[in-house]
């Protein structure tokens, strides 16, 4: 059974920086592509980083690129997203996530892709 463990949230303030990490097991890591979605109180899950199996390819969306750098260390399969220059709406619950299915260069953006997930690491910025 694939297991994802998330860690490295916390309470920081706006402007800092922050690196989560995602380990993943009970599968073959190197062939999953991974994501990162966050979810702040009140709203839905959103996107905000991924890196394809191969990590040739890695995906932010326009709110967070430049901010955000999603990279992978398959002998230690885990995943890393860090984050930088921190604002309030950054607030939220982030999630790791395992596409099972995913093509050696694809990154996929949208959660129902995506067949494992963690628990989740609170992040929270304080202005």
């Known amino acids: 059974q694939v297991h994802l463990v998330e860690s490295g949230g916390g309470l920081v303030q706006a402007g800092d920086s922050l690196r989560l990490s995602c380990t993943v097991s009970?599968?073959?890591?190197?062939?999953?592509?991974m994501g990162w979605f966050r979810q702040a109180p009140g709203r839905e899950r959103e996107f905000v980083s991924g890196i394809s199996a191969s990590g040739r390819n890695t995906y932010s969306p326009d709110f967070v690129k430049g901010r955000v750098t999603v990279s992978r260390d398959n002998a230690m399969n885990t995943v890393y997203l860090q984050m930088d220059n921190l604002k309030p709406g950054d607030t939220g619950v982030y999630y790791c996530a395992a596409d099972e299915t995913a093509t050696p260069n694809t990154v996929m953006a949208v959660s129902t892709f995506y067949e494992h997930w963690g628990q989740g690491t609170r992040v929270t910025v304080s202005s």
């Open positions: 009970g599968g073959t890591f190197s062939r999953y592509g």
